[in-house]
């Protein structure tokens, strides 16, 4: 069983930035994949970016150039830095880790961008 606990959402104005957090309760060595996806109001939710390993990372073509996932070993924990946030970036993000063939999902973050 994993557990993936989000943090770090919030309101920002169109051109800001925001770092999402995603702390795992087991080490992130025993994860086959982790990621990060959202899912706006009436829309599906979408993969934004995963991570395999650090040589092996795919982001959304939306996304691409402003937002960077990385992880931190240490603390079990993934990051989504998104710079440059525009207002259809707007979504509940959702932090995804695939384990023993297993999906386990976070609860979710709000991220709304308006000015």
């Known amino acids: 069983q994993v557990q993936l606990v989000e943090s770090g959402g919030g309101l920002v104005q169109p051109g800001g930035s925001l770092r999402l957090s995603c702390t795992a309760s087991v080490s992130i060595f025993s994860i086959n994949a982790m990621g990060w996806y959202r899912q706006a109001p009436g829309k599906q939710r979408e993969l934004v970016a995963n991570m395999i390993s650090s040589d092996s990372i795919n982001y959304a073509s939306s996304v691409k150039g402003r937002f960077t996932i990385s992880r931190d070993n240490t603390k079990n924990t993934l990051y989504l830095q998104m710079n440059s946030l525009k207002p259809e970036d707007t979504a509940v993000y959702y932090c995804?880790?695939?384990?023993?063939?297993?999906?386990?999902w976070g609860q979710g973050t709000q991220v709304t961008v308006s000015s």
């Open positions: 995804s880790a695939i384990r023993g063939g297993k999906y386990y």
